[in-house]
């Protein structure tokens, strides 16, 4: 795990890259990576790397350099040492064993193919000092970040981070307004899209090639769900995805350093320990985090676990005055609000396991590819008892029924609306809006006048849906979680890294191991999901390895009672980050809906996650736009 960053001029442009700028974008992802850091610097083309080193330590320092290309790379790659072995059949001679190493071999070999040989996670960059060409992929999941700025000559800028990019003065930072409905609907922005103005993403399973201002972005692999796997029976199922999933945890077992996991106490934690316990020699570093209130603690099952399989168990218990005095710095490392809750747990977790290891496998992942969330199933049942009811009852008599929904005191007119009865019966009602932090309607109190007069568009899913229309899965659970892939697992996995990276740690998810994601895909709904049963085949496969206390409780997720506190002691967050005249003047909101909405989750109502987000917007904003500091 590392940082890594670049600029290429354009000859339009004329400039040459001074190695001043390229250190001090390096630098300022000096958490990515504290063990190491270099440039190369070619004229018009920079490149700088820190590294955080995992991997054939003693070697391995970037930017590395073989014949004409030079590489800056950020990841693992897994099945190196498979590529090694047949790159040499074809006369490549090897100098180290870093799997850096590997993928300059692989790049001179198969060109711009060389990403369909790599099984891991990665972003990295290639300069062919020969053609003059810039060579960038991105893992498929996007396990790892890459943000790029391409200016109006054609120049490009580009690092693990945004800030690095802002460090360079690749752009001036201004808030991108298209962006916003989509952020506070969805946890953060989906696609190519970031907060800031001309920032964007290179996209899970995409490269990049730049030549001489030019750019020409392809992608090169996307999750398939169809043709299905022929029929087979569900014991051939299971012990099949079994030793697949025994393999993807084996292999990321590979490091030359210290490793542990994140133990929650969830099924998905627990399975990678009860695997991984089997393939280590001594006992397993776990490491788990908590509140001290109950129903945000989940330390008993991290116990079970640890006693089950004899881990080195490490916890820590955080309180509210440490979650907040944190979330400022927080929101640097993140570069854009922290949209998920469970984010600043997390670093505190990571920060733990940095006293003990290197490394961390994680559970990411697995609710996504086998239908973990309890929203899965109740979107199934909303969309199929919706088709009815639209099918025999007339239309005015639907017009009736949600006008009468509307005049229904508190939680039953709440519960109601979020139903076929007020609701069309598609996806994007019933499973985008539906689990949106704001819904559409929402949103069209939240924001301004002014602010909306700025958006292309106000619908903040046109990204999911043009997704929807492009997957080939046909079952709509299938749909939901490719959704669910594109969206709100790349948001998991982006507080997963920037958070671990936060404490220099490198995080590792099994559970997306893309071979073991494309046999889950194409496997049955009733695999997945069977009847209340969500991660049917998971639980079936650690039968005789887990606890029945793990494999028969339902999902926690990380509950974090920012709520109470919001109502409660750090009253005071809220009243400066929300309802302060610094905030309200700003304009971006409707101050008379704020308030209204602090009021009623003051007054009970659980707003928890939208006062959480207008909170951490308003954070960002002065952290990267007024300059407080936050580091």
């Not at 001489?212 to 029929?231: N, T, V």
């Amino acid at each position: 795990m590392c940082g890594i960053n670049g600029i290429a001029f354009s000859t339009r442009d004329g400039r040459q890259v001074n190695a001043d700028v390229l250190v001090r974008m390096r630098d300022v992802q000096h958490h990515r990576g504290p063990d190491d850091g270099g440039v190369f610097v070619d004229g018009n083309v920079g490149l700088g790397h820190r590294r955080l080193s995992i991997v054939d330590v003693a070697h391995g320092a970037q930017p590395m350099m073989f014949g004409d290309l030079v590489v800056v790379y950020n990841g693992e790659v897994y099945n190196h040492n498979d590529s090694r072995e047949d790159l040499t059949a074809r006369g490549h001679t090897f100098e180290n064993r870093s799997d850096t190493e590997t993928i300059l071999h692989l790049y001179q070999q198969y060109g711009r193919d060389c990403v369909e040989h790599l099984r891991g996670m990665f972003a990295f960059a290639i300069w062919n000092k020969r053609t003059r060409e810039l060579f960038i992929a991105r893992d498929r999941f996007g396990v790892k970040p890459l943000y790029y700025v391409l200016d109006q000559q054609g120049n490009l800028y580009f690092g693990s981070e945004i800030k690095t990019i802002l460090e360079a003065g690749g752009i001036t930072p201004e808030i991108n307004f298209n962006a916003l409905p989509d952020q506070f609907a969805n946890h953060g922005t989906s696609g190519d899209e970031t907060l800031y103005a001309g920032v964007k993403r290179l996209l899970p399973g995409h490269t990049l090639m730049w030549s001489d201002g030019k750019l020409d972005i392809r992608e090169y692999w996307d999750l398939k769900y169809e043709p299905k796997h022929e029929e087979i029976s569900d014991r051939e199922y299971v012990d099949t995805w079994r030793e697949m999933f025994r393999e993807a945890v084996r292999l990321r077992l590979m490091a030359d350093v210290p490793l542990g996991m994140f133990l929650s106490g969830g099924i998905d934690s627990s399975a990678i320990a009860g695997v991984m316990s089997t393939m280590v020699s001594e006992p397993i570093k776990t490491f788990s985090v908590a509140f001290n209130e109950r129903d945000a603690n989940e330390l008993t099952y991290a116990r079970l676990v640890s006693r089950a399989f004899s881990t080195d168990h490490h916890e820590i218990t955080i309180t509210p005055q440490q979650f907040f005095d944190e979330l400022p710095k927080l929101v640097w490392h993140e570069d854009e609000p922290i949209g998920l809750l469970a984010s600043v747990p997390l670093y505190f977790v990571s920060k733990l396991a940095s006293e003990h290891v290197k490394v961390v496998l994680t559970g990411e992942g697995a609710d996504e590819m086998l239908a973990g969330y309890g929203r899965y199933a109740k979107t199934l049942k909303l969309l199929e008892y919706g088709e009815k009811y639209e099918s025999v009852t007339p239309s005015f008599l639907r017009n009736a029924v949600r006008g009468g929904v509307a005049t229904l005191p508190g939680g039953l007119g709440g519960k109601l609306s979020r139903t076929f009865l007020t609701r069309d019966s598609d996806i994007e009602s019933l499973f985008l809006d539906n689990f949106g932090v704001f819904p559409q309607a929402m949103q069209r109190e939240l924001f301004a006048r002014e602010t909306r007069e700025k958006f292309d568009s106000e619908n903040p899913f046109v990204r999911q849906n043009s997704w929807l229309e492009k997957t080939d899965a046909q079952d709509t659970l299938d749909k939901l979680l490719y959704a669910d892939t594109k969206t709100y697992l790349h948001e998991l996995l982006m507080k997963q890294d920037q958070m671990s990276m936060a404490a220099s740690i490198e995080s590792r998810v099994p559970f997306l191991d893309h071979k073991l994601a494309e046999f889950s895909a194409k496997m049955p709904r009733k695999m997945k999901l069977r009847g209340g049963t969500t991660k049917w085949i998971l639980r079936e496969a650690m039968k005789g390895i887990l606890p029945t206390e793990i494999l028969d409780r339902p999902k926690m997720g990380f509950p974090v009672p920012v709520g109470q506190w919001f109502r409660g002691e750090f009253k005071h967050i809220v009243d400066e980050y929300v309802l302060s005249e610094r905030a309200t003047k700003r304009g971006i909101f409707d101050e008379r809906f704020v308030r209204s909405l602090v009021a009623r989750h003051n007054a009970g109502e659980n707003h928890d996650e939208r006062i959480w987000a207008l909170v951490n917007f308003e954070i960002w904003q002065r952290r990267f736009f007024d300059g407080e500091e936050g580091k």
